[in-house]
């Protein structure tokens, strides 16, 4: 019997918190079969779990120390202690099986039927994505003054009446074009064009090539084959495609295990960590269409009056502000079956320089993890690459 996603959290959360014996416990009411087995299958998955997740076990001591005479019959007493625990609980998990069996048998006759429904059909194309022929840098950049640098632009742009407005409306999510939000993107590209990696930091290269690929989220046959590949996740083979022309910076994604059509799907590509004290980030969503959104991450906060109303509760929280890139385009679709994404970013307004390191992070979410009654346990991935604490390095 194959466990379900929860049962499968349930017991790696088990696990990670040194509790074995609950995790053979929940995987034999899960899937019935003996003590011994279930004891096989858990030492697999930790064996597995410790791989994967060795973070979870650094605390473990490996080497367990020889026990001594002195506690032998202490072993022994906790050993038949056990050993009566698991009796107790194969007699509970029997009986439950029977009444399972007589009375519950149209349930599982409805279970086994839903799961013969049909997979969701593959959506169409989205809409060709054509980029601009011209971008002016004036559009996205300015000239600072001696004295302006991100802290402080940031700062001003936070107490303008502006500023404030926008961020209290529905126009909070669109594209600023503020004189002040041009001059904090060429005060954070002027600190990108001087960054350098730590000694000793891999750095990835990303593919140079003058094809542009079609920004329609069909990774169509040799379009991407120029393209630096990186591989998220070894198990599921998703995938990131890196390559620029010098202008424009173009990003795909295959997921192979996304074949939900309607689900939560989502590929986000996040740079310039570790750029700033101040600064956490800014980022890419690309969702199941065509469209992009993109935000920028901060740690300052509100000094002003408190929130009022609660349009105003972004006062509350640290500052992030959506509609960051006017030049950054993005689609998704599963005409291939399964999902499949593309990104193009402009290279200067994102402050991404060439022969220049950046930092990039990755990761393409599914459908959250739920309960029995639907309710959010905690959110799944499909692939991660790095993270906001230990970023990949990247230069084209």
């Known amino acids: 019997m194959k466990l379900t996603a929860l049962q499968t959290y349930n017991i790696e959360k088990a696990l990670t918190k040194g509790k074995t014996i609950e995790a053979i416990r929940i995987y034999r009411e899960a899937t019935g079969c003996s003590l011994v087995e279930a004891k096989t299958e858990i030492d697999r998955l930790k064996a597995?779990?410790?791989?994967?997740?060795?973070?979870?076990?650094?605390?473990?001591?490996?080497?367990?120390?020889?026990?001594?005479?002195d506690h032998a019959p202490k072993k022994a007493l906790r050993m038949s202690t056990v050993f009566f625990a698991f009796i107790v609980v194969?007699?509970?998990?029997?009986?439950?099986?029977?009444?399972?069996?007589?009375?519950?048998?149209?349930?599982?006759?409805?279970?086994?039927?839903?799961?013969?429904?049909?997979?969701?059909?593959?959506?169409?194309?989205?809409?060709?994505?054509?980029?601009?022929s011209v971008v002016d840098a004036s559009s996205y950049s300015a000239n600072l003054a001696p004295d302006e640098n991100f802290k402080s632009l940031y700062k001003n742009k936070m107490n303008s009446a502006a500023y404030i407005r926008r961020k209290s409306s529905s126009a909070?999510?669109?594209y600023d074009d503020s004189l002040l939000e041009r001059k904090i993107k060429s005060a954070r590209s002027l600190l990108a064009a001087q960054r350098s990696a730590p000694a000793g930091q891999p750095i990835n290269s990303?593919?140079?090539?003058?094809?542009?690929?079609?920004?329609?989220?069909?990774?169509?046959?040799?379009?991407w084959s120029e393209a630096s590949q990186i591989v998220v996740d070894d198990a599921l083979q998703s995938r990131l495609y890196l390559q620029s022309d010098g202008e424009w910076l173009f990003i795909a994604c295959d997921v192979p295990?996304?074949?939900?059509?309607?689900?939560?799907?989502?590929?986000?590509?996040?740079?310039?960590?570790?750029?700033?004290?101040?600064?956490?980030?800014?980022?890419?969503h690309i969702g199941?269409?065509?469209?992009?959104?993109?935000?920028?991450?901060?740690?300052?906060?509100?000094?002003?009056?408190?929130?009022?109303?609660?349009?105003?509760?972004?006062?509350?929280?640290?500052?992030?502000?959506?509609?960051?890139?006017?030049?950054?385009?993005?689609?998704s679709s599963m005409v291939s079956g399964h999902r499949q994404y593309e990104a193009a970013i402009h290279l200067?307004?994102?402050?991404?320089?060439?022969?220049?390191?950046?930092?990039l992070y990755a990761e393409i979410e599914t459908d959250p993890l739920k309960d029995e009654q639907g309710k959010f346990v905690e959110r799944r991935y499909l692939g991660e690459l790095g993270s906001r604490s230990s970023p990949v390095w990247m230069v084209f």
């Open 206 to 223: 990303i593919a140079r090539s003058a094809k542009r690929p079609e920004l329609d989220g069909v990774m169509s046959d040799g379009e």
């Open 288 to 331: 199941r269409s065509a469209g992009l959104t993109s935000i920028r991450q901060t740690q300052f906060k509100w000094q002003g009056e408190a929130p009022k109303t609660n349009d105003e509760r972004w006062k509350r929280y640290s500052i992030s502000d959506w509609g960051v890139y006017q030049y950054a385009y993005g689609s």
């Open 48 to 69: 597995v779990l410790k791989v994967q997740k060795p973070w979870y076990f650094k605390d473990e001591n490996l080497d367990a120390k020889p026990v001594s005479a």
């Open 90 to 132: 194969d007699l509970i998990i029997f009986a439950g099986l029977m009444y399972f069996k007589v009375f519950d048998s149209d349930a599982a006759r409805s279970s086994s039927a839903q799961a013969l429904l049909p997979q969701a059909k593959s959506q169409g194309r989205a809409k060709r994505i054509e980029l601009p």
């Open 172 to 174: 909070s999510s669109s």
């Open 257 to 284: 295990e996304e074949r939900s059509a309607k689900g939560y799907d989502q590929c986000r590509i996040y740079f310039h960590a570790g750029l700033l004290a101040k600064l956490v980030n800014e980022r890419i």
């Open 348 to 359: 200067g307004e994102a402050g991404l320089h060439a022969g220049v390191p950046f930092t």
